[in-house]
Every structure is written in structure tokens, then in C-alpha cells.
């Protein structure tokens, strides 16, 4: 009976819960934000061949598939009924980003590659690293090469009075003794 009653109070709580006026409900999971205001951590799923414009722009109808293999890397979907279709799609969702789906197909006559199918939106090499950075630095991009006139106006390299002597030209290092290695190995006495 004790039990009973010390029971009454909590079923009572618990049967209370569940109405809640609609001002005191938390908002539950909508869209990237949880309970309206955190955002959850998503993996980042990067699925394909990232093909860009420089890429394909080396690529010409009448090339073997091992030539469209190199340049393009091994398609992702190859198919048995269909041996004469690449596809190479591309899909890229991360946090912070827009996520990006491309196809770019390549049909083969016999060996020969006969047209690339490459969709208007396809991004050059620096468009596409801009649109994954979610960093967003300054927006500067690193100077990967000198200039010719700068090439030009640095020093010449100096060169050394005495040639620096080579290895094999001064032998092995002193103290150092190595056995030929067409000897047979010596025989202990027994």
C-alpha cells in the first residue's frame, strides 16, 4: 500500500509531461540545427572523380581508352551491358558548402573515344578549391611560381673555388675494410 501511494506522485509527474503547452516545447531537429540553435557535426562524403576544365579540355575524340584512362583517371561506373560508356560522376557534400553533383560521360568506338559529355557547370581547377575552402581566408591565393623578371633579378649562383671532391673518388673512409663479395666465406676448423 505504501508503495502505492509513493507512486501516485510520480505517475502523476510522468502523465503531466506529456502535456505541455505549445510556448514551453523545445523545438526538436530541423534541418542543420538541433533544438533550433546547435549544429551537428557532418561527415564530409566526397564520392567520384573530381573532374575540372583543364582536365578535359586535354582530352580529344579519337583517343584510346588507356590515353582517356590517364587523363581522367579510372571511371567510377563501369558497365558490362554498356562497354562502350565511362561515367565519371562527382558528388561532394560538406559543412558549410553547397553540395556539388556532376556527371561527365565518355563513349568509346571500339578503342576510340568518339564524344565526352561534360555538363556547363563543370568548375576550373581554381573555382573548385574556392568553392570547397569553408575557411575563407583572405581570399589571396598563394604564389605558386616566380615571374621571369623576377627569376631574372635574382643573384646567380656562386660558384665554389675547389670542385668538391666526390666519393668515389677519394674511396672507402679510413679504417674501413669491406671483404670482395664473390669470396666464399672462411671456413672455422673442426
Known sequence: ???LLASLPLLALL???SY???WAKLPSVTGDKVLGFVTPYRVEVVQGNVLTKEM??????????AQVRDLLGSPLLTD???????????TIR???APEQ?????????GDKLKTLTVPDDLPTENEFVASINTFKPDGKQPKLALTDAERSALPPPKKSAEAAPTAAAEGP????TYPPLDAAPAKTGS
Not at 578535359?56 to 581508352?65: E, I, L, N, T
Not at 551491358?81 to 562527382?90: A, G, I, T
Not at 553533383?101 to 563513349?107: G, K, N, P, Q
Not at 673512409?173 to 674501413?176: I, K, Q, V, Y
Open 173 to 176: 673512409a679510413p679504417g674501413r
Open 20 to 22: 505541455l503547452p505549445t
Open 94 to 96: 560538406r559543412q558549410g
Open 15 to 17: 502523465g503531466g509531461c
Open 1 to 3: 500500500m505504501r508503495s
Open 101 to 109: 553533383h556532376r556527371l561527365v560521360i565518355a563513349e568509346f568506338d
Open 80 to 90: 558490362v551491358f554498356h562497354e562502350s560508356r565511362w561515367d565519371y560522376p562527382f
Open 56 to 65: 578535359v579540355a586535354r582530352v580529344k575524340p579519337g583517343m584510346p581508352r
